[in-house]
């Protein structure tokens, strides 16, 4: 389920959840109740103990800029979050399959449909 929607035809771009998450979790409606609960979304790392994490997309890409600017604006750092660096689109790619293999939370910038 994504959370803010930035392309109107043709695909979906923006920051999502696992539907398991959503299905567990339906409370969580939008960004706003999301960045109410960072204990859900635990970001990875011991310097990060107690923040939520959102997955960033890699260097040089645009949408980096996006959920940058959305991390911002929303005030993320204030509410106990972090970015988390993902480095590649296999690091992205890879922490969502991790997520999902396991089971757990995840929130972050992702795109629909995709290969």
Do not use: Q
């Not at 923040?51 to 993320?76: D, H, M, Q, S």
């Amino acid at each position: 389920h994504y959370a803010v929607e930035s392309l109107s035809e043709g695909g979906v771009e923006g920051w999502w959840i696992p539907k398991y998450f959503s299905e567990a979790h339906p409370e969580i409606k939008s960004i706003d109740d999301a960045l109410a609960h960072p204990e859900l979304f635990p970001a990875p790392g011991m310097e990060n103990a107690g923040k939520g994490g959102v997955y960033n997309c890699p260097e040089g890409w645009g949408c980096r800029i996006i959920t940058t600017n959305l991390f911002k604006a929303y005030g993320a750092e204030d509410k106990g979050w972090v970015t988390v660096e993902t480095g590649s689109a296999a690091g992205l790619d890879g922490s969502i399959a991790k997520a999902y293999e396991s089971g757990d939370p995840w929130l972050g910038y992702y795109w629909a449909p995709t290969a």
